[in-house]
């Protein structure tokens, strides 16, 4: 097995253990009642950078509280939610194509095709990038099943 595999191995096994205490049944990502922490979806796209959105700006939309940095992105938001709303509803990419819900950090996200994914965390945002149209497949057709699991 080269060491490539080896990091990959490690790092589902080490995210499967840590996610097991954070399986969520919602279909959001949601942490302190503000989906993707809080973080502005719409500034990903408008900005190429992750924005802490504000309480002032707030969106309720699909059983999660969603929170934006001004009212021109939450118009945005509002006028087409499928555009900006992260795939896998905010939860982990790589975890998604191991099958499984994890938290993210709002700082590992990546554009592909105009579609926003969020991972758990810089170094396994490496290792889904290094084969991330197959992981997208694989999170893709996870995801119908995963996203009503705890």
Known sequence: MNNYCK?????????LLIFTAYAQKAEVFSQND?????????AYFTDSKPVVGEKEFKLSHDGANWYFSSQKNLDLFKSNPSKYMPQYGGYCAFGLAGGYKAPISPDAWTIVDD???????????VDWNADQ???IKKADKNWPTVKKEK
């Open 34 to 42: 503000k989906a993707i922490k809080g973080y502005d979806p719409v």
């Open 115 to 125: 579609k926003l994914y969020l991972n758990y965390n810089k170094k396994v945002q």
């Open 7 to 15: 990091k990959a191995s490690f790092s589902f096994v080490l995210m």
């Open 133 to 135: 149209a197959e992981m």
